[in-house]
């Protein structure tokens, strides 16, 4: 009767362990490969699916009472946000149009990201794995759902918010994340695992949710910035994951080296090509600002990944196919991307500007190698424009890589006068890239990316003989943006002057009794 | 300076919610955090690329269903849970569990309690691991094929809650017994003849395609007999009369997570077959056959909770549920 | 060799935490921006338990420290005592 009293207390591992495996069983009335029918069709090998644990030791006690309590901290925050009028205490309300960029992109993409990961986590093997997985297709979903919740109090103050769902759906600069979200949901359940933990998680997706939110706490941000902390702290798990199963993987079987390489080449691309509107988040569109694009990629992205892939080249992986392209890249991106957002500011759902004296100075300062010779006479050409009334306006539809969708805007790598452009013949069609690496994306997949829909394509086929001069303002219009109030100039808009009138800003003036 | 003006400072919304939320709630009012976090989340056009593992569907598509919704958005959950209202709940939930292992544990409860009752708990609880297990598959399966948010989020909260479920059941076998009662557990799940039918059953619905015919059979037809059966028959009423207080205690989550879910479950069937004549007999022909199946199915693990009184025991609990379907509007 | 590091939300309750990891890793080094403070440290980081339940005089749990984690990098290896990041190289 008392054989079973002294009960210890299992040890984390122990614990982990006891309470996540074995669950599973080998069915016998319905054969496994109905159960699991994607497990094989990417030519991953697995023979041993006890190797892979999940670093945290993630139990669902664990985490519910960690979750709930990031959740009462964050919610109280938001709810103080909105009791207070929080919107009025940004720096300047030029920073709202990051907001409005971060529901934009990044609300759609972390839903993507939960669905495609419920794919993942039904369908691989392993136990242990398919656990994990399950955790982050959810918070994924929280990630979604917080974002929409942070930016719910600034879409009913300022202009730009009210519609994403169908901007993410059909809008053309929002193409290169919709093609980058299907891509991923139309990948099987090790590619997306890869891809997603491993390529945008862990290469990437610091810069955004850390120096971007650093600095978008400096600019009085109570709202987004506590929810994208929040958010990266689950990411820690995701990436911790990713990089786990990437050596899992590499390690199970020789043959997984090649078909894992190209993945990992594939998706760190992809996930570079979504860092242009990142960069510029950072260098443009926070008024006051704290460090740099280029100074957030060598902390967060060059070293980390420098080291990490020192480790991988032991399990037979090499730094991605596009890694020097990218690095080269640091000193232009993001001005690249302000520049083409500010000539198409008319077809898009938020403003645009010229930065100030003091800001153009920054900018110099931290790109000594590239802002002056390639960049600053563009935007003194703009603010020329503007002071003449004539605001500079990019009539021309943009080209757009079939892979990434990104308008050609990125020059050769290394050198900055030339437009990189690389064009494929395929099935007697040509087809165009921004870069080597978006040519050998779809050199591998050609039947994938070929059912591709360019909105600049389609904006031509509809158009027929008329100009497609405002073809791409109009596109915009038809999704319900409102032309000139929700995008085009900052200054002189109604954001600028409810703000204005509101008081805003974190130099409140105090009122005249 | 003459007279005082003092000037406040109207800061007014331009809007109260977002377009596509205000659409749906009838107009721009002040919108809940369910809805904002629910409504329009998932695309529904314009998909760049077929899915290499299912080309004959769109990445989110509603044809992978037979239950046809003009909007899949009526399929509300009365619970209104978006993620962080609903760990927030999970977790209160959770805090009580312990509580509860706290009690059992300092009362003596564990080491006083019989080799019956804890051979009889075990017997039947420890198998249902892996039924809870293929809960969590199921509605990981719903929430990656599912359309629209308002279905496929809270099966993805239900796929977790399962899995939960499992991990308490596997935790209850750990206090009360040696970790060998999992291997027994397992090794009568796979080979017992008793648990045979509902093994067949269960791995049936893994390899189901239809996203909402796998939410009927999983979450209304074999969780609507199997919880109430187990928590409310076996332990509640059976357990607790020879000792088994405790195991009512460390599995109190179960029930009261099953009567929660239950106002989800019956409000999207309901709304499912509100819409249209086909709908309400497709659900009318899957609750059927799935209810009758689990019936069966649920047969000898009932003699083996309840011995003689096992076929009683179920016949009520069906009874009930038939009452329930009644009640959701659908005649069986 | 290269640098591990891990941020946390710059509030009260990281503030132990950093205190217990300078303590315990000599070569780390503290850098605080807007609402984050981030400690790199040469190849290895490790978190102790006792250290932290010295500076808040408490029990403390070593997950309890996801809930005001942002980032971290180097491989993680965790259990009850020690929370250690590291790379093998």
Not at chain 1, 343 to 370: C, I, M, Q
Not at chain 3, 17 to 31: F, G, K, R, S, W
Request: hydrophobic residues 40%.
């Amino acid at each position: 009767m008392d054989k079973r009293v002294e009960k210890k207390k299992l040890d984390l591992g122990s614990r982990y362990l006891a309470l996540t495996q074995d669950l599973q069983w080998t069915t016998s009335y319905q054969p496994m490969d109905k159960v699991f029918p994607y497990a094989r069709y990417e030519g991953i090998r697995v023979h041993d699916w006890s190797q892979w644990q999940d670093p945290f030791k993630m139990t669902l006690d664990v985490w519910w009472r960690q979750q709930s309590d990031k959740e009462r901290r964050l919610y109280a925050v938001l709810d103080a946000f909105a009791q207070n009028n929080g919107q009025i205490g940004v720096s300047d309300a030029r920073y709202v149009n990051a907001v409005k960029l971060m529901l934009q992109v990044f609300s759609p993409l972390k839903y993507a990201l939960h669905r495609a990961l419920a794919h993942s986590a039904r369908n691989l093997p392993g136990d242990a794995l398919r656990i994990a997985t399950q955790i982050q297709a959810s918070e994924q979903l929280r990630h979604a759902q917080q974002t929409v919740h942070a930016a719910s109090v600034y879409n009913k103050y300022f202009n730009g918010m009210h519609e994403v769902p169908r901007w993410y759906e059909q809008a053309w600069y929002l193409a290169p994340v919709k093609s980058f979200a299907d891509d991923l949901a139309s990948a099987g359940p090790f590619e997306l695992m890869v891809a997603i933990s491993f390529g945008f998680e862990t290469l990437l997706s610091d810069t955004l949710f850390v120096p971007f939110m650093s600095a978008a706490a400096h600019n009085g941000d109570l709202s987004m910035v506590p929810a994208g902390f929040s958010s990266q702290s689950d990411t820690t798990r995701h990436k911790q994951a990713g990089i786990t199963l990437v050596k899992f993987l590499l390690q199970q079987d020789s043959l997984n080296i090649a078909t894992v390489q190209r993945w990992v080449d594939k998706w760190f691309w992809r996930s570079f090509r979504l860092m242009p509107m990142v960069a510029m988040l950072q260098d443009y569109m926070v008024p006051k600002r704290v460090g740099s694009w280029k100074e957030s990629w060598d902390t967060y992205v060059e070293a980390p990944v420098e080291a990490l892939f020192a480790e991988l080249a032991a399990y037979g992986l090499k730094k991605p196919a596009g890694w020097q392209a990218a690095c080269a890249a640091k000193d232009h991106l993001s001005h690249q991307a302000w520049n083409a957002f500010y000539g198409y500011g008319h077809a898009l759902a938020f403003h645009t500007w010229v930065p100030g004296n003091d800001e153009l100075e920054w900018l110099d300062r931290k790109y000594p190698n590239s802002f002056d010779r390639w960049y600053r006479p563009r935007l003194s050409y703009y603010a020329q424009c503007e002071a003449a009334g004539k605001r500079f306006h990019n009539h021309a539809l943009p080209m757009q890589c079939q892979v990434c969708q990104q308008p050609m805007i990125f020059t050769e790598p290394g050198d900055g006068r030339w437009i990189a452009y690389r064009e494929t013949q395929h099935e007697d069609e040509s087809f165009h890239f921004c870069s080597d690496q978006c040519q050998t994306i779809f050199a591998n997949e050609p039947d994938k990316y070929v059912q591709a829909q360019l909105a600049s394509h389609a904006i031509l086929q509809t158009s027929g003989s008329e100009t497609t001069e405002n073809a791409l303002q109009a596109s915009i219009a038809d999704l319900g943006v409102v032309i000139g109030r929700d995008n085009g100039e900052f200054h002189g808009s109604e954001d600028d002057t409810n703000f204005t009138l509101w008081g805003g800003g974190q130099d409140m003036k105090e009122a005249q009794l | 300076m003459s007279s005082i003006d003092l000037q406040t400072k109207e800061i007014k919304p331009a809007r109260n919610t977002f377009t596509h939320v205000a659409r749906h709630i009838g107009g721009d009012k002040p919108a809940s955090r369910y809805q904002e976090a629910t409504i329009g989340l998932q695309p529904t056009q314009n998909f760049h690329y077929r899915p290499t593992w299912d080309p004959a569907h769109e990445i989110f598509d509603a044809s992978r269903s037979a239950i046809k919704l003009a909007d899949w958005y009526v399929l509300k959950d009365p619970r209104q849970y978006y993620y962080a209202n609903w760990t927030i709940t999970r977790a209160r939930q959770h805090e009580a569990v312990e509580a509860n292992y706290s009690f059992v544990d300092s009362r003596g409860l564990l080491s006083r309690m019989t080799d019956e009752v804890r051979e009889s708990a075990c017997k039947v609880l420890m198998p249902l691991r892996h039924v809870a297990w293929a809960g969590n598959m199921n509605n990981t399966y719903i929430c990656a094929y599912g359309y629209g948010t308002a279905i496929t989020a809270p099966c993805n909260f239900h796929a977790m809650d399962h899995l939960g479920i499992a991990q308490y059941l596997t935790r209850f076998g750990l206090a009360v017994d040696d970790p060998g009662v999992l291997d027994a557990g397992k090794n009568d799940w796979l080979n017992d003849p008793r648990w045979q039918v509902l093994r067949r059953l269960v791995e049936d619905t893994l390899v189901m395609k239809d996203p909402m015919e796998m939410f009927v059979a999983q979450n209304l037809a074999l969780d609507g007999l199997l919880y109430p059966l187990i928590y409310g028959s076996f332990v509640d009423e059976h357990l607790t009369l020879k000792g088994g207080t405790a195991v009512a205690m460390l599995t109190s989550f179960m029930p009261e997570w099953h009567d929660e879910c239950a106002r989800w479950v019956d409000a999207v069937v309901k709304a499912c077959a509100a819409e249209s004549d086909e709908n309400k007999q497709l659900m009318t022909t899957w609750i059927q056959a799935w209810a009758d199946r689990a019936q069966a199915a649920l047969a000898p693990v009932a003699e083996i909770a309840l011995g003689e009184h096992g076929q009683e025991a179920l016949a009520e609990v069906r009874t009930t549920f038939n009452a329930r379907i009644a009640k959701i509007g659908i005649t069986l | 060799m290269s640098n591990v590091f891990i941020a946390f939300q710059a509030n009260e309750e990281s503030r132990p935490l950093v205190d217990a990891i300078v303590a315990d890793n000599p070569e780390a080094q503290v850098v605080y921006s807007p609402g984050l403070v981030k400690i790199d440290a040469p190849n290895r980081l490790v978190v102790k338990r006792e250290t932290i339940e010295e500076i808040i005089g408490r029990k403390y749990d070593l997950q309890e420290l996801q809930i005001n984690l942002v980032t971290l990098s180097g491989n993680l290896d965790e259990d009850d005592d020690e929370f250690v990041l590291s790379w093998k190289h």
